[in-house]
């Protein structure tokens, strides 16, 4: 896979095609499962300053095309994670992405100073889709919080920050511009659609956050009005479930894709994904980076 190996901002890649957050576990659950080498790098579910035991059940749904989950944030905290799981994942060899949240902004600025000088890990993203403490309203979905909270892990850290998106806002550009001009090096786009389920058993209504197959088509339209307003390269996800949908978002703007729910059903499905892109490049005899944004078009 060679000629899938890629540079997203100052990461190396080992090929364009990520695990999506909250999807792969801590990043070495999935060792005698799925073969590495067709995974770019490696990324942990979202950590917490605390262990965190997450919502009670049920915490995921399925519908006919994808899945609602309601997981809570459920991890064992950072300073676990730095002690039974970083030795391990560093000896993977492979690039690695942190991903961290909390209840509130200073635990994730406590997080973010513990991690930023321990060696391994490459690059830090902010899972957004936490509350601001102030008025319990969602980071992501306000751009001056996300401008705020951005500037400040910009300076608390010299590891490359990945921003992650939520999908619900009426304009994704005005909270991806926030995050780069406050200092992320790359944007991922988008976390879970805000949703809703009626277990007639229970006869009870769950919220939750939908993916899946169902929402690629309005993933894939974020990632297309980003990439016409961002300078920073951008990770697309949201409901890829095949090497064709993987190159539609690549058209679109994304530098990488992620996969989450896909991945967990189909564990193989990355490889499949890497032999896709291959297999179109050697067709079309072009060059990776010359196929991002490439049915798009910059507007500066
Ligand atoms: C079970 C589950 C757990 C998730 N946990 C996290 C998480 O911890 N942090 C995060 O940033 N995103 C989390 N996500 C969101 C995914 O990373 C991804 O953004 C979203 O599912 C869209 O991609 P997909 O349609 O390929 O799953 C989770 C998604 C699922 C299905």
């Known amino acids: 896979m060679k000629k899938l190996q890629i540079k997203l901002s100052k990461l190396k890649l080992d090929t364009p095609v990520l695990p999506?957050?909250?999807?792969?576990?801590?990043?070495?659950?999935?060792?005698?499962?799925?073969?590495?080498q067709y995974i770019g790098a490696i990324i942990t579910k979202t950590l917490t300053w605390k262990e965190n035991a997450g919502n009670p059940p049920p915490r995921i749904w399925e519908f006919q095309n994808g899945l609602m989950n309601s997981i809570g944030l459920q991890n064992i905290g950072v300073r676990?994670?730095?002690?039974?799981?970083?030795?391990?994942?560093?000896?993977?060899?492979?690039?690695?992405?942190?991903?961290?949240?909390?209840?509130?902004?200073?635990?994730?600025?406590?997080?973010?100073?513990?991690?930023?000088n321990k060696k391994g890990i490459d690059a830090l993203e902010l899972n957004l889709s936490c509350p601001n403490i102030e008025t319990n309203k969602t980071i992501?979905?306000?751009?001056?919080?996300?401008?705020?909270?951005l500037k400040e892990a910009r300076r608390l850290t010299n590891k490359v920050l990945i921003a992650k998106l939520s999908p619900?806002?009426?304009?994704?550009?005005?909270?991806?511009?926030?995050a780069e001009q406050?200092?992320?090096?790359?944007?991922?786009?988008?976390?879970?659609?805000?949703g809703l389920y009626y277990d007639w058993n229970r006869e009870k209504m769950y919220a939750g956050g939908v993916s899946g197959p169902m929402i690629f088509p309005m993933a894939l339209r974020m990632v297309f009005e980003l990439y016409r307003k961002v300078s920073i390269p951008i990770i697309g996800l949201g409901g890829i479930n095949s090497g064709q949908k993987a190159l539609e978002m690549i058209f679109s703007g994304a530098s990488a894709v992620g996969i989450g729910t896909s991945l967990v059903i189909m564990p193989d499905l990355a490889s499949r994904?890497?032999?896709?892109?291959?297999?179109?490049?050697?067709?079309?005899?072009?060059?990776?980076?010359?196929?991002?944004?490439?049915?798009?078009?910059?507007?500066?």
Do not use: W
């Open 20 to 36: 999506a957050s909250g999807t792969f576990g801590y990043g070495d659950e999935l060792i005698d499962i799925i073969d590495y």
């Open 80 to 116: 676990r994670f730095y002690e039974e799981k970083l030795e391990i994942l560093r000896n993977l060899n492979k690039t690695l992405i942190v991903s961290i949240g909390g209840k509130n902004q200073d635990d994730i600025f406590k997080s973010i100073e513990f991690l930023s």
């Open 140 to 149: 992501a979905e306000n751009p001056d919080f996300t401008f705020k909270m």
């Open 168 to 178: 619900n806002v009426t304009d994704i550009c005005e909270v991806g511009l926030a």
């Open 182 to 194: 406050a200092g992320a090096d790359i944007l991922s786009a988008v976390n879970t659609f805000k």
């Open 273 to 300: 994904v890497c032999q896709v892109i291959l297999d179109y490049l050697n067709k079309t005899r072009k060059n990776f980076y010359s196929v991002i944004g490439s049915r798009n078009e910059k507007k500066h």
